[in-house]
C-alpha cells in the first residue's frame, strides 16, 4: 500500500486461569447464651482470645491513629486560642498607645501656650503685682552683696538678750523621772 511492510500480530496465547478452590463453609454451632436473643438467626461461634487479636490486627493502629488526631485537633484549637488572645493583646495596646500619643500631643501644646512669654508676663502683671523695675529699683550685684554683708555683720554683733533665742533645757537621762 504505502511502501511499509504490514505488521503482523502474533497471536495471543490463551490464558489459563487456575481453578479456585471451594470454599468449605464450617457448620455452624448451637447458639450459646451470650448476646444473642433466642430465635435469632445469627449465630457466632465461640472465640478464644488468640483468633480475637489475629482477626482485627489494626485495632491498636486504629485506636493510635485516631488519638493522634485527637491530639493534634486539640493543639490545633489550643494554638487559634492563644493566637487569639495574642491578637487581642495587641489591639489593646495599639488602642493605649494611640490614647498616650494624643495625650502627649495636648500636653505638648499646652507646654506651648503656657511658655508664651507675653502670656507669662500678663500673669506677672496681673495675678503676681509685677512690673517693670524702674531705674531706681535696680541695685548692681556688687552693691547688693555689699548690703547683705553688712546686715549679717549688723544682726551678730547687736544681739542683744531679747532677741537672742532662750537656752536649751537640760534634757534628764532616764525618762523614768518625768513619768
Do not use: C, W, Y
Not at 493583646?89 to 499646652?110: C, K, T
Not at 500673669?123 to 517693670?132: D, H, N, S
Request: aromatic share 0%.
Amino acid at each position: 500500500m504505502s511502501g511499509r511492510p504490514e505488521r503482523t500480530v502474533p497471536p495471543r496465547p490463551e490464558r489459563t486461569v487456575p481453578p479456585r478452590p471451594e470454599r468449605t463453609v464450617p457448620p455452624r454451632p448451637e447458639p450459646t447464651g451470650g448476646r444473642q436473643k433466642p430465635g435469632s438467626t445469627l449465630l457466632r461461634a465461640p472465640v478464644s482470645e488468640a483468633d480475637a487479636r489475629r482477626r482485627r490486627p489494626g485495632t491498636g493502629v486504629a485506636f493510635l491513629v485516631l488519638l493522634g488526631l485527637t491530639l493534634g485537633a486539640l493543639g490545633h484549637v489550643a494554638v487559634h486560642i492563644k493566637h487569639l488572645e495574642v491578637a487581642l493583646a495587641l489591639g489593646e495596646a495599639r488602642r493605649e498607645r494611640a490614647e498616650l500619643e494624643e495625650r502627649r500631643r495636648n500636653l505638648v501644646l499646652e507646654i506651648g501656650v503656657l511658655k508664651d512669654p507675653t502670656r507669662v508676663m500678663e500673669v506677672a502683671r496681673e495675678k503676681l503685682g509685677m512690673g517693670t523695675p524702674s531705674a531706681a529699683d535696680i541695685i548692681p550685684a556688687r552693691e547688693l552683696r555689699a548690703r547683705l554683708a553688712a546686715r549679717r555683720v549688723d544682726a551678730t554683733t547687736t544681739a542683744t538678750p531679747e532677741t537672742q533665742p532662750p537656752p536649751a533645757a537640760p534634757q534628764d537621762e532616764s525618762p523614768e523621772e518625768n513619768l
